[in-house]
């Protein structure tokens, strides 16, 4: 066994061993911890996000429990290494890279 092995297992075995009730009980509080800001909408796009049914409500809760419920701060986000930064909301279009020339690889 690798010592990275010996790190994540145990944290793999305990939320094996999670019982439903746990589970609920985890997200009543996480739900709790959000603000209770806009009517609620936080909340309401978590409940979208954890049903598992909405995609997009799931990139969008998740940067925004990052940001710790600062919206704008989506927008200016730069951690370009984050599998969720291309799928983040900003109310913009990602520009694409440039089409570069291709070179021809050289083969042996
Ligand atoms: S894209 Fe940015 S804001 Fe969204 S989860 Fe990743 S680091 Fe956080």
Redesign the pocket.
């Known amino acids: 066994m690798s010592d990275h092995q010996e790190v994540i297992a145990p944290d793999q075995e305990e939320q094996a061993a999670l019982t439903r009730d746990e589970v609920f009980e985890i997200r009543r509080r996480h739900r709790a911890n959000i603000p209770d800001l806009h009517n609620g909408a936080y909340r309401r796009l978590w409940d979208r996000a954890i049903s598992g049914r909405d995609l997009r409500a799931a990139i969008r809760g998740?940067?925004q429990d990052?940001?710790a419920w600062q919206v704008p701060e989506?927008k200016i986000?730069t951690?370009v290494a984050?599998p969720?930064?291309p799928y983040?909301i900003t109310g913009r279009k990602i520009p694409r890279p440039a089409k570069s020339v291709s070179t021809p690889v050289e083969t042996p």
């Open positions: 998740k940067c990052c940001m989506i986000c951690c984050c969720l930064f983040r």
